[in-house]
């Protein structure tokens, strides 16, 4: 997210009250209303808000809201480096997520890129970028995660096939594979992989030796881990060792 530390807690004091008005906002902030005002426009046309007459709206739920805060300038570069391994005209799967949902931002430049997707989040940036084609499964929404799961999420992704399926997790380990802490997003995570010829999981080293609820698969069916370069360097070798590309960040 591109913007500054006083929009970052714009975006925070909303997420606890999307009543505050311009003069709060200014009041708490000790800015002129100018400023807020130029805050919230600025944030209404990245996606983070929807306007209002009197202020703003917070476009995403609040646990979204508190997971894109985390971590920034790691799953920054995270997805700018997942995005350095799409090529024009590639057909890939992503899965939802905070740090997948950030490889579209790092698509411009990139010509006729087709993406299958279960997140709504990625809008904010495919929208402005006319080289992305997206299609948007069907299913059940929940707005805690931007993503849509269920019975019909994984019979519409079984039509489809793609060079890549970009994956995030809540965790993985050596001895438990990639696993998410929700057992309906494990199961779109498993088609999405089944229907790609390359598994690439986006996860930052906060990750690594967590375990969540549900596996979605060994590690060894994956084909690249990008990470950043706090991942210790036995884990890395462990991997290596499983034929897994690690790609630091």
Request: glycine share 6%; net charge positive.
């Amino acid at each position: 997210m591109n913007i500054n530390e006083r929009q970052h807690k714009i975006l925070e004091l909303l997420s606890q009250d999307s009543s505050l008005s311009i003069t709060t906002l200014s009041e708490l902030l000790g800015v002129t209303k100018v400023t807020i005002r130029s805050d919230l426009n600025a944030m209404s046309e990245t996606g983070l808000i929807v306007r209002t007459h009197g202020g703003g709206i917070p476009a995403f739920n609040p646990l979204v809201l508190k997971r894109m805060r985390t971590n920034i300038e790691e799953k920054e570069r995270i997805a700018k480096a997942a995005a350095s391994l799409i090529e024009d005209g590639d057909r890939i799967m992503l899965l939802s997520g905070t740090t997948c949902s950030l490889l579209v931002k790092y698509l411009l430049g990139k010509r006729n890129i087709h993406i299958v997707t279960n997140s709504s989040q990625i809008l904010q940036y495919a929208r402005i970028n006319p080289s992305i084609h997206v299609t948007l499964i069907g299913g059940e929404f929940r707005p805690e995660s931007e993503a849509f799961v269920g019975n019909l999420a994984l019979k519409s992704l079984k039509l489809y096939h793609v060079k890549m399926t970009f994956l995030g997790s809540d965790g993985f380990s050596i001895k438990h594979g990639v696993t998410a802490d929700l057992m309906e997003n494990a199961l779109i995570a498993q088609e999405m992989s089944k229907r790609a010829e390359k598994v690439i999981l986006m996860t930052d080293s906060d990750k690594y030796e967590r375990a969540g609820f549900a596996q979605i698969m060994p590690l060894e069916k994956l084909h690249t881990i990008v990470i950043d370069k706090k991942l210790p360097k036995d884990a890395v070798t462990q991997l290596k060792k499983l034929d897994i590309n690690v790609k630091l960040a």
